[in-house]
């Protein structure tokens, strides 16, 4: 997974991101074909219970953005066993770049995609790529039996 994540992030190298972290469109490499991530307005599909803190009508992916421009320096995820260290501009640029590539790949807003893994960075970055790119992640447990890996399999096919 990590050989895949890291030829992944060598063909989106040519991400620009606008100042708010918005993708632009994109040319990538020589396809006709260019890419972008627009913001639509949401109509939000739950309802709040008791308690004194409501419930944000916001994306995983618009929260890192807002985070990163408040504290773009502070550390976003750090991983002591494998000594990486990422700020929340950091975490976003990457998180940019892989969502431009899963698009790339021909991966569409509202596809679903699978992700079978321990904890580590390529888990988090995928996690922020899809939620920017508005891909539904699909997180497929290590120890699923045989029944419950082709049940979440379906959903992602």
């Not at 599909?45 to 929260?63: F, K």
């Not at 991983?79 to 770049?97: C, H, M, P, W």
């Not at 790339?104 to 509202?110: A, M, P, V, W």
């Amino acid at each position: 997974m990590l050989r895949e994540t890291r030829s992944l992030f060598r063909l989106c190298k040519t991400v620009s991101v606008h100042s708010r972290g918005i993708l632009h469109p994109v040319c990538l490499k020589r396809s006709l074909r260019c890419l972008s991530i627009r913001e639509y307005a949401t109509q939000w599909s739950y309802t709040h219970g008791p308690g004194e803190v409501t419930l944000r009508g916001i994306t995983i992916g618009r929260l890192l953005q807002d985070q990163t421009e408040k504290t773009p320096d502070r550390d976003a995820v750090v991983f002591v066993s494998n000594g990486i260290r990422k700020t929340f501009s950091q975490l976003l640029e990457e998180s940019d770049r892989l969502a431009a590539g899963l698009l790339e790949l021909g991966i569409k807003k509202g596809d679903r995609v699978g992700i079978w893994g321990p904890n580590s960075i390529e888990w988090v970055l995928t996690q922020y790529a899809t939620a920017r790119a508005g891909i539904i992640l699909v997180n497929i447990n290590p120890l699923y039996r045989t029944f419950e890996l082709e049940y979440a399999l379906q959903l992602v096919s």
